[in-house]
């Protein structure tokens, strides 16, 4: 390729043959990736709570817990949920705490149908409430 078109066949070729050196580059990466120490496998601590946080019912800040027994009757706190979509829907809107805070906490037991839990869940959702969390027990 270093040959010119056109001219005499004696002039000097004034272009940079840039081909070598992209090959000494790529040969000077290759030896400093595979000479540089690994990055360090580092850890990071967490601070895990050694016991699990309940909600009390005196605690005025605490989210509307619903609970979703074994058995898929749910609790909005202490008052039962009704199986009717609608009149479940409606509980929710009547709930003074949920309508202050908007924001409701949905819990279940291990054994609890799953479908009841997103049931639940779906109601507070068309109840107009915002947040509908899900808690968990401690991994």
Request: with cysteine.
């Amino acid at each position: 390729m270093a040959m010119a078109a056109g001219g005499s066949g004696d002039e000097a070729v004034c272009e940079i043959n840039v081909t070598p050196m992209v090959d000494v580059l790529l040969c000077l990466l290759i030896i400093f990736m595979v000479a540089s120490p690994k990055p360090p496998n580092e850890q990071i601590a967490i601070n895990v709570p050694k016991e699990s946080v309940t909600q009390v019912p005196s605690d005025p800040n605490a989210p509307v817990l619903v609970r979703v027994g074994n058995d898929g009757q749910a609790l909005l706190g202490t008052t039962p949920l009704d199986s009717d979509f609608d009149k479940m829907v409606q509980q929710f809107k009547d709930n003074e705490k949920v309508k202050s805070d908007d924001k409701v906490v949905v819990t279940g037991d291990p054994k609890a149908p799953y479908g009841v839990i997103i049931r639940v869940m779906t109601a507070a959702h068309e109840a107009g409430i915002s947040e509908v969390g899900i808690a968990s027990d401690r991994l």
